[in-house]
Antibody, heavy 124, light 109 residues
Framework: EVQLLESGGGLVQPGGSLRLSCAASGFTFSRYAMSWVRQAPGKGLEWVASTGTIGGTTFYADSVKGLFSISRDNSKNTLYLQMNSLRAEDAAVYYCAKMGGPLGVPDTRYFDSWGQGTLVTVSS | EIVLTQSPGTLSLSPGERATLSCRAS???????LAWYQQKPGQAPRLLIYGASSRATGIPDRFSGSGSGTDFTLTITRLDPEDFAVYYCQQYGSSPKWTFGQGTKVEIK
């Protein structure tokens, strides 16, 4: 069974930094692209970032480009999201999502498993 | 960027009724790379449909997806009490810019 467990969320002041982690199990982590998707309170889903199977390829939403960095450690089956210069509009539940295959296979670029999410609050 | 518009915003139905949810794209979604997700309060989204019409593993056959180009539909043939939730469409045809619709809430009438 696929399991994705996010951690690292919490309260941070505007301009601060936070690093989210997602521990994966139940599948061969290194064979799948991974992503982060967020959901502001009471709002819809917003794609944040994606990374390929070995982390060499990364993509970001315009709203976080240059501020957030996605990475992965296949030896630890863990996905990360480094968030810098946080703003009030970055407050959300951040979900780790497994994709249907590697990024190089376009018809698998959907999100087939999700973690339970970690809450990030940005406030002074 | 492809913008997805879902309608209606809220659908009020009774258990056993048929639900039809619409997702319209601002431009054609290549290869029908469109997915549908279900989200219940306090839970993570769950993949229902990918490739516009393929059911994900473990999804009951009362859920079906159809459409191509710019118009897509999610149909729930007979609403079960556990189906009352928010549903999102998402395109991955113009990745690496994945986008979601704003959601349709299916509520109990």
């Amino acid at each position: 069974e696929v399991q994705l467990l996010e951690s690292g969320g919490g309260l941070v002041q505007p301009g601060g930094s936070l690093r989210l982690s997602c521990a994966a199990s139940g599948f061969t982590f290194s064979r799948y692209a991974m992503s982060w998707v967020r959901q502001a309170p009471g709002k819809g889903l917003e794609w944040v970032a994606s990374t390929g199977t070995i982390g060499g390829t990364t993509f970001y939403a315009d709203s976080v480009k240059g501020l957030f960095s996605i990475s992965r450690d296949n030896s630890k089956n863990t996905l990360y999201l480094q968030m810098n210069s946080l703003r009030a509009e970055d407050a959300a539940v951040y979900y780790c999502a497994k994709m249907g295959g590697p990024l190089g296979v376009p018809d698998t670029r959907y999100f087939d498993s999700w973690g339970q999410g970690t809450l990030v609050t940005v406030s002074s | 960027e492809i913008v997805l518009t879902q309608s209606p915003g809220t659908l009020s139905l009774s258990p056993g009724e048929r639900a039809t949810l619409s997702c319209r794209a601002s431009q054609s979604v290549s290869n029908s790379y469109l997915a549908w997700y279900q989200q219940k309060p306090g839970q993570a989204p769950r993949l229902l449909i990918y490739g516009a019409s393929s059911r994900a593993t473990g999804i009951p056959d009362r859920f079906s997806g159809s459409g191509s180009g710019t118009d897509f539909t999610l149909t729930i043939t007979r609403l079960d009490p556990e189906d009352f939730a928010v549903y999102y469409c998402q395109q991955y045809g113009s990745s690496p810019k994945w986008t979601f619709g704003q959601g349709t809430k299916v509520e109990i009438k």
